[in-house]
């Protein structure tokens, strides 16, 4: 199994720029999660989902779409790069509750 | 709303000495408690979890846990570390007050084992 896997690892943007991080899974998880990572300040959810075509807000989804058209797929699009988006982004699945998260390697995303 | 305090951001600590990461976290009736670790670069991997049941918990690489209800925390304990345990810790708690399985992460208790 391949676990969680994400691209790319790294990405340099300009402002107002868009791109999509890609997210996938092959331990057919249910759920599904994006973070941020910030130094200091923990893991925020941006975005999750508890299957296909259902998603919902975390704490930090201004910036950011997602969508979960597979049960294997959890794209992040960032639309109009601010700044303020630059971040280490980690997707996670699991299968809730009491079941751990298992997470991506993280893409480090730059916003110049 | 859930929320997890991790009270010390960074902790140094000489090899072979033990070390106590601690985490409190908000009172709920149901709740599911994780300790994760994140090595330099590379995402966040489980070191233990509690569920219900003995109060201690052991996980990988000697660590362990005590779950205290009343005092609502979750501290992490190693009795010797060793270079190797230099990582950011991650406590962590599942919500389910939404019906749905979020999970609440504090921000992280840096370890530093020095030689």
């Known amino acids: 199994n391949a676990g969680v896997t994400q691209t790319p690892k790294f990405r340099i943007l300009k402002i107002g720029q868009s791109m999509t991080l890609q997210c996938a899974q092959d331990?057919?998880?249910?759920?599904m999660y994006w973070y941020r990572q910030d130094p200091g300040m923990g893991l925020k959810l941006i975005y999750y989902s508890v299957g296909a075509g259902i998603t919902d807000k975390g704490e930090v989804p201004n910036g950011y779409n997602v969508s979960r058209s597979t049960t294997e797929d959890f794209p992040l699009r960032l639309e109009l790069a601010a700044p303020s988006q630059t971040s280490v982004y980690f997707c996670?699945?699991?299968?809730?509750?009491?079941?751990?998260?298992?997470f991506g390697p993280g893409t480090r995303l730059t916003v110049t | 709303a859930q929320s997890v305090t991790q009270l010390d951001s960074q902790v140094p600590v000489f090899e072979e000495a033990p070390v106590e990461l601690r985490c409190n976290y908000s009172?709920?009736?149901?709740?599911?408690l994780f300790w994760y670790v994140q090595y330099p670069n590379q995402g966040l991997q489980l070191l233990l979890k509690?569920?219900?049941?003995?109060?201690l918990v052991k996980g990988i690489n000697g660590f362990e846990a005590e779950f205290n209800k009343s005092q609502t925390s979750f501290h992490l304990r190693k009795p010797s570390v060793h270079i190797s345990d230099t990582a950011e810790y991650f406590c962590a708690v599942s919500d389910s007050t939404s019906g749905t399985y979020k999970y609440i992460f504090g921000t992280g208790t840096r370890l530093k084992v020095l030689a």
């Open positions: 996670a699945s699991g299968q809730g509750g009491a079941y751990e998260q298992y």
């Open positions: 009172s709920s009736v149901s709740v599911y």
């Open positions: 509690y569920l219900s049941g003995s109060t």
């Open positions: 331990m057919n998880h249910n759920y």
